[in-house]
C-alpha cells in the first residue's frame, strides 16, 4: 500500500490553480478549453487522494496519470501540464527514490515527444523551450520535496522510537531502583528480626513491623513510578515519602522546584535511594541525612552517613548507572568521605539542565 504522504497539500493547491487557470480560458475564450471533461478530470483527481490508500500504488499510479491526461487533452490554458509533477512526487512515497526519478525522466520525455508530433519546429519555439525548461525545475523540485519529506519522517519516526526507548528505560530504572531501595530495607530489618528474636523480643517486633512498612512503601513507589507517566513529578514528596517511617534517616528541604528540569529532580531523587541504600548496605550507618536545596542557579542533594566511609575506586553498578543518570540531566555528583567520617554524596544540577 502507498505511503501516507507527509505533505499532501501539494496536489490541492495544484488542482486549484489549474482549475482556476483553465476556467478564466475558457470565460476569456483563450484556447479550446471544453470544461465538462476539465472539471470532471480535477474532480475524479480529488477523490482518487482521498482514496489513495485503500488502491493498489501501481493502479493509482496509471489512473493518475490517466486523468493528468485527460485534464490537460481538456485544458485550453495549457497550465494542465503542470499535474505531471504529480507523477514522481507522488511515486516517490510509494516507490522510492529510483522510481521517481526514472519517471520525473519520463514525464520529459514524453512531453518533448508529444510537443514534437503536434510541430517539429516546437523545440525552435523559445516560448516552448522555456515551459519546457520551467516543468523541468518543476520536476526537480518535486523529486527534492519529496526526498525532503521522506527524511523528515523517518528522521522524527526515529526520533519518537527513541524517545519511547528512553521512557521504558526510566520507567523500569525507576521501578527497579524503587525495589532495591526497599528491598534492601526489608532485608536488613528481617535479619535484625531474626538475630534479636532470641535477645529482645520486642526489638524483633519492631524490626518485622519497619519490613511490613518497608514493603508497604515499596508497592506505593511502583504505582508512584506509573503515574509518573501521567502526573508530573514532585521532588519534595517524594523525598517525604521516600524517609517516612525511617528514624534513622533525616530529611532537610528547601527552596521552589519551579523552572527546573523534572530530569534534574528525579536524578535527585534516585540520588537519595542510592545513597540511603548504601548507607544500610554497604556502610553500615545508624544515622542517615539528606538535604534539598533547590534555588535560582541549581537543585543539589547532599546525603551524609555516619558509617564506615567510602573507598575511592569503589563505586558499584548502583552509582555508575546514578552517575550516568546525573550526567545525562546535566549535573555532576561528587562522592567521598568527609573529615568528621562517614561518607557524603553530592549532586548538583545546574537550573535548566545547562552544565
Not at 201 to 214: F, I, M, T
Amino acid at each position: 500500500m502507498p505511503l501516507s504522504r507527509p505533505v499532501p497539500w501539494v496536489s490541492p493547491v495544484l488542482y486549484g490553480a489549474v482549475l482556476l487557470a483553465g476556467v478564466y480560458a475558457w470565460l476569456a475564450g483563450l484556447g479550446d478549453t471544453r470544461p465538462v471533461p476539465f472539471v470532471a478530470g480535477l474532480a475524479a483527481l480529488t477523490l482518487l487522494d482521498r482514496w489513495e490508500h485503500r488502491v493498489d500504488p501501481v493502479l493509482l499510479l496509471v489512473v493518475r496519470v490517466a486523468l493528468f491526461t485527460l485534464v490537460a487533452s481538456a485544458d485550453g490554458a495549457g497550465l494542465s501540464r503542470v499535474l505531471f509533477v504529480l507523477v514522481p512526487f507522488t511515486a516517490y512515497f510509494a516507490f522510492g527514490r529510483r522510481v521517481s526519478v526514472a519517471l520525473a525522466v519520463a514525464c520529459v520525455v514524453v512531453l518533448v515527444a508529444a510537443g514534437l508530433v503536434r510541430d517539429p519546429r516546437w523545440l525552435a519555439d523559445a516560448a516552448q523551450v522555456s515551459d519546457l525548461l520551467m516543468f523541468c525545475v518543476g520536476l526537480v523540485l518535486a523529486v527534492t520535496m519529496a526526498a525532503v519529506a521522506v527524511e523528515e519522517r523517518r528522521a522524527r519516526g526515529e526520533l519518537a522510537a527513541a524517545a519511547a526507548t528512553a521512557e521504558r528505560v526510566r520507567v523500569a530504572r525507576d521501578v527497579h531502583d524503587d525495589l532495591g531501595h526497599h528491598l534492601t530495607a526489608i532485608v536488613v530489618l528481617l535479619e535484625k528480626a531474626t538475630a534479636f528474636r532470641g535477645l529482645d523480643a520486642e526489638a524483633a517486633d519492631r524490626a518485622v513491623a519497619d519490613a511490613h512498612g518497608s514493603a508497604r512503601r515499596a508497592l506505593e513507589d511502583v504505582r508512584r513510578s506509573v503515574r509518573t507517566l501521567r502526573e508530573p513529578f514532585r521532588l519534595q514528596e517524594a523525598l517525604s515519602a521516600l524517609v517516612d517511617g525511617q528514624t534513622d534517616v533525616v530529611l532537610q528541604f528547601s527552596g521552589d522546584e519551579g523552572g527546573h528540569d523534572p530530569a534534574a529532580l528525579r536524578a535527585l531523587y534516585r540520588a537519595a535511594q542510592e545513597g540511603i541504600t548504601n548507607a544500610r548496605r554497604h556502610a553500615r550507618a545508624t544515622r542517615v541525612s539528606v538535604v534539598a536545596s533547590l534555588d535560582r542557579r541549581a537543585a543539589q542533594l547532599v546525603v551524609s552517613d555516619d558509617g564506615r566511609g567510602f573507598t575511592p575506586g569503589s563505586e558499584g553498578y548502583g552509582l555508575l548507572g546514578m552517575r550516568e543518570r546525573v550526567e545525562l540531566a546535566g549535573g555532576r555528583l561528587d562522592i567521598g568521605a568527609p573529615p568528621g567520617g562517614g561518607t557524603r554524596l553530592t549532586v548538583t544540577v545546574p537550573r535548566g539542565g545547562a552544565a
